[in-house]
């Protein structure tokens, strides 16, 4: 499955972390889109036997998950079936698959937190750095946990990214502030497939 991927970091101290400043964060998620749309974009290819082992650590395990990607990239089934769980889950996989392949992080090392997910305020999975020697180097970390905030869209239209976004950032600071490292990824089906990652540092 190929996959136009593009990236770029953000430092945590750009975020507001007070109550008076929450209302900028959709500012910030515009922002923050705006400058995403300036990075480079390269095709990257995810195997379809990484991409179903992946599917082990998502939310819900669904049947077919190899079909269910086929029909999210070509749009055969179109946006209502694939809305909710089985899009949420397709870019849960996608993400987790990613990680492995452009970083080298085990996919034992990926802590999902399906069974508390339901609080609404926990992000989807944390990963050790300590011993993700690739990835702690690329973010430039000497250890600590990154946490992963995975978001799925069927719809390209900005408003509906820059809100999306916005509540992600929102999740991810309430247990990354002050120390630790973030990373909000966003799988948007648009013409093509697309995945974001972007990288907070404290």
Do not use: C
Request: no cysteine.
């Amino acid at each position: 499955m190929k996959v136009k991927f593009s990236s770029i970091e953000i430092k945590g101290d750009l975020l507001p972390h007070t109550k008076d400043d929450v209302n900028q964060y959709k500012e910030i998620a515009s922002f923050i889109l705006d400058a995403i749309g300036e990075t480079p974009i390269t095709e990257i290819t995810i195997d379809d036997k990484l991409l179903y082992f992946s599917s082990f650590l998502t939310t819900k395990l669904i049947e077919g998950i190899l079909d269910n990607v086929y029909a999210y990239t070509s749009e055969i089934k179109g946006p209502k079936y694939l809305s909710g769980d089985v899009s949420m889950i397709i870019s849960e996989a996608i993400t987790y698959a990613t990680l492995n392949a452009l970083y080298d992080v085990k996919l034992t090392n990926i802590i999902p937190f399906r069974s508390v997910k339901y609080l609404g305020t926990i992000v989807d999975a944390m990963i050790d750095l300590n011993y993700e020697e690739k990835l702690s180097k690329f973010i430039g970390s000497k250890g600590g946990v990154l946490f992963v905030n995975i978001r799925s869209s069927m719809n390209p239209r900005s408003y509906y990214l820059i809100d999306k976004l916005a509540k992600s950032l929102i999740n991810l600071e309430i247990v990354r502030y002050p120390d630790n490292y973030g990373l909000i990824s966003m799988v948007i089906k648009d013409k093509n497939l697309k995945e974001i990652f972007i990288f907070i540092k404290p």
